[in-house]
């Protein structure tokens, strides 16, 4: 079957640290991922999405790799800061290429 | 201002209750989602639409109902057949194969 596998327990960092979370995939042959924030009791909020025909992408402090071999995507926040304290989401396309599968998601809390 | 939303943000339901939960967007977006999300878990796909007057089911399907008559609008029915429907519930709304748009959520319980 398939399945998103995030790592379940909570990243704790300190300000300025870059953060790594890691978001590996089984049976999937998947178009894209994309990488989600959310915030308790709040609806997610897209953070970036990257293509299989795609190693990197950047927007500001944020970097997502994919590598479709090891069927695994990392996204790292640089410099990070207390409000980019949250639960981070990656998702990959469907089968049927019309709706998002998502991980559980992983806790990341930045400390000053 | 454009977006997505979500009414009410929380539902009581009574025992073999039928209750419907809205979703309206100003995006122009073709395609709307359904997502349930339980504490501590990931979303997990209900319905979702591509197209007005058409919808197919996600994983978790069994006990909910969908229409879809009008491109602005996704209400979701949680329906008696639903044992467990407690739970925060997600819609979204898309340009097909692109970024999700969420609504701000709908917290049902059961009384």
């Known amino acids: 079957s398939q399945k998103i596998e995030q790592n379940s327990e909570a990243l704790n960092i300190q300000e300025g640290k870059t953060a790594t979370l890691t978001c590996n995939y089984t049976?999937?042959?998947?178009?894209?991922l994309q990488w989600y924030r959310q915030d308790p009791g709040r609806g997610p909020v897209f953070l970036l999405l990257?293509?299989?025909?795609?190693k990197e992408k950047r927007k500001e402090r944020l970097k997502v790799t994919f590598d479709t071999t090891l069927k695994q995507s990392l996204f790292h926040i640089t410099a990070s800061q207390p409000a980019d304290s949250a639960t981070y989401l990656c998702?990959?396309?469907?089968?049927?290429?019309?709706?998002?599968?998502f991980g559980k998601g992983t806790s990341l809390l930045v400390t000053p | 201002d454009g977006g997505i939303t979500q009414s009410p943000k929380y539902l009581f339901r009574k025992e073999g209750q039928n209750v419907t939960l809205s979703c309206e967007q100003n995006?122009?977006?073709?395609?709307m989602y359904w997502y349930r999300q339980d504490p501590g878990q990931g979303l997990r796909l209900i319905y979702y639409?591509?197209?007005?007057?058409?919808?197919q089911k996600g994983d978790i399907a069994e006990g909910y109902s969908v229409s879809r008559e009008k491109k602005e609008s996704f209400p979701l029915t949680v329906t008696s057949a639903q044992k467990n429907p407690t739970a925060f519930y997600l819609c979204?709304?898309?340009?097909?194969?692109?970024?999700?748009?969420f609504g701000s959520g709908t917290q049902l319980s059961v009384l």
């Open positions: 979204a709304s898309s340009i097909v194969n692109e970024k999700l748009f």
């Open positions: 995006l122009n977006h073709d395609a």
């Open positions: 639409s591509q197209i007005v007057n058409d919808f």
């Open positions: 998702a990959l396309d469907t089968d049927s290429g019309y709706a998002l599968n």
């Open positions: 990257i293509r299989e025909n795609e």
């Open positions: 049976n999937y042959s998947p178009a894209y």
